[in-house]
T-cell receptor
Framework: AQTVTQSQPEMSVQEAETVTLSCTYD???????LFWYKQPPSRQMILVIR??????QNATENRFSVNFQKAAKSFSLKISDSQLGDAAMYFC??????????????FGPGTRLSVLP | GAVVSQHPSRVICKSGTSVKIECRSL??????MFWYRQFPKQSLMLMAT?????????EQGVEKDKFLINHASLTLSTLTVTSAHPEDSSFYIC???????????FGPGTRLLVL
């Protein structure tokens, strides 16, 4: 079974600075997807960024980028120019690319990010 | 973008009653819907996966007779908590995925409080 680990229960960053959230996962599969979701106080899950395992290039979405290291099974999220609105719970998630292994997400325990003004 | 709604957003009920939560995909056909439960300050725990027109697949430890899931159409899935007890109080989140989509889209969640 796949597992996702986020070793930082809480992180803080100064406004306008950069912060990196860690995520590692365990799988025997070669094809899969990785996601970072943000859950603000409203508790609505918001997709931040997505990475396909077959792509070597790291995904980027505006101020958000990932460092995907497939061999190390690591998928960290970098937030640049942090803003107050970035404060939230961040979840790393794994999904198999093969339907016979299930289409559900496996979520990590989350990292609570605080942004200091 | 893909939008998923949930209704109600918040419900309070008495112990022993049943509560139905609806999950709708508003602008796409959701062939698969997922139901999650989230306790305070914890991650999302998958309860069950439902494919349109089929019986739901429940995760280990989730009572299928207590948490009834129906996915009768490509835009609607319902979760019914039967004979609710205070320990069922939690935040319930649904997500939906279309056939050609790799991403799940989440509803805003339903906060259930059982007195």
């Amino acid at each position: 079974a796949q597992t996702v680990t986020q070793s930082q229960p809480e992180m803080s960053v100064q406004e306008a600075e950069t912060v990196t959230l860690s995520c590692t996962y365990d799988t025997s599969e070669s094809d899969y997807y990785l996601f970072w979701y943000k859950q603000p106080p409203s508790r609505q899950m918001i997709l931040v960024i997505r990475q396909e395992a077959y792509k070597q290039q790291n995904a980027t979405e505006n101020r958000f980028s990932v460092n995907f290291q497939k061999a190390a099974k690591s998928f960290s999220l970098k937030i640049s120019d942090s803003q107050l609105g970035d404060a939230a719970m961040y979840f790393c998630a794994y999904r198999s690319a093969h339907s016979n292994y299930g289409q559900n997400f496996v979520f990590g325990p989350g990292t609570r990010l605080s942004v200091l003004p | 973008g893909a939008v998923v709604s949930q209704h109600p957003s918040r419900v309070i009920c008495k112990s022993g009653t049943s509560v139905k939560i609806e999950c709708r995909s508003l602008d796409f056909q959701a062939t698969t819907m997922f139901w999650y439960r989230q306790f305070p300050k914890q991650s999302l725990m998958l309860m069950a996966t439902s494919n349109e027109g089929s019986k739901a697949t429940y995760e280990q430890g989730v009572e299928k007779d207590k948490f009834l899931i129906n996915h009768a159409s490509l835009t609607l899935s319902t979760l019914t908590v039967t004979s609710a007890h205070p320990e069922d109080s939690s935040f319930y989140i649904c997500s939906a995925k279309g056939d050609t989509q790799e991403t799940q889209y989440f509803g805003p969640g339903t906060r259930l409080l059982v007195l």
